[in-house]
């Protein structure tokens, strides 16, 4: 990772844009592979009818991943300032606690930003047009306005501006990301039944989980965790295990 460093290190602006765009392309390109890969998956179980992808679905998709390369110039640049700063010293064990401390604070934050663009005035128009997906398709996890696309990046780099993280430990996180937010995006079930329950009481996020919230966009505002679904009570009303 440090030869890497190094590199953005003594990189100029255009050279930045280009590694970005080669990162966040391929970003794009493993989530729908994955995708595809999960929707050929024998014992699959269909949630809903797919929802057909559109020339819109294509052209917005691509403009999210411009603009989350948009972002990650500017975390280039401040980490380049010196206003984020990345831990060279790191182990195995450090990794792992980042990767759980990164998410464990993104969650809440993008259970508040997702539950705001869904209750306030002027976010409500901005996310309306994900929620054009009554049900998914492999495209839905990039069909963003470019407002949600920014904010999700700066409320993360928010967090790492506060905290030496490693860059294996961010990146670490991003592919996590990128992984959950493909299965959650998923129209169907990959998941065996006793899997799925295991899931549920462990309050992970799943296809099921999401696919309610395209269904009704008032519960499960969740990403990775249910957990402030249940306690803010926004949980939908078939995953409640009391009265």
Not at 109 to 118: A, D, E, K, P, Q
Not at 175 to 190: A, I
Request: glycine share 8%; proline share 4%.
């Amino acid at each position: 990772m440090k030869p890497i460093l190094e590199i953005f290190h003594h990189a100029g602006f255009m050279e930045i844009t280009v590694y970005g765009l080669i990162i966040n392309f391929g970003i794009y390109g493993a989530s729908l592979g994955l995708y595809f890969l999960l929707s050929r998956f024998p014992w699959k179980q269909e949630l809903g009818e797919q929802q057909p992808v559109n020339r819109k679905d294509v052209l917005l998709s691509l403009i999210t991943v411009l603009c989350n390369t948009v972002v990650f110039v500017f975390g280039v640049y401040l980490w380049k300032s010196g206003i984020i700063r990345l831990d060279k010293d790191f182990g195995f064990g450090q990794v792992i606690l980042e990767v759980l401390l990164l998410t464990l604070i993104m969650d809440f934050l993008m259970y508040v930003f997702h539950r705001s663009v869904h209750f306030l005035r002027y976010f409500r128009k901005v996310h309306e047009r994900h929620h054009e997906h009554e049900s998914t398709n492999l495209l839905s996890l990039f069909v963003l306005h470019p407002i949600e696309s920014i904010g999700f990046g700066l409320m993360m780099l928010g967090v790492i501006m506060l905290f030496p993280f490693s860059a294996v430990g961010i990146s670490l996180y991003l592919v996590l990301n990128s992984l959950w937010g493909t299965v959650g995006h998923l129209n169907h079930s990959v998941l065996p039944q006793s899997w799925l329950k295991i899931a549920q009481k462990g309050y992970l996020c799943t296809s099921e989980f999401h696919y309610l919230h395209h269904q009704n966009p008032d519960c499960n505002f969740g990403f990775y965790t249910s957990v402030w679904d249940v306690m803010f009570k926004t949980i939908h009303p078939s995953l409640r295990t009391h009265p």
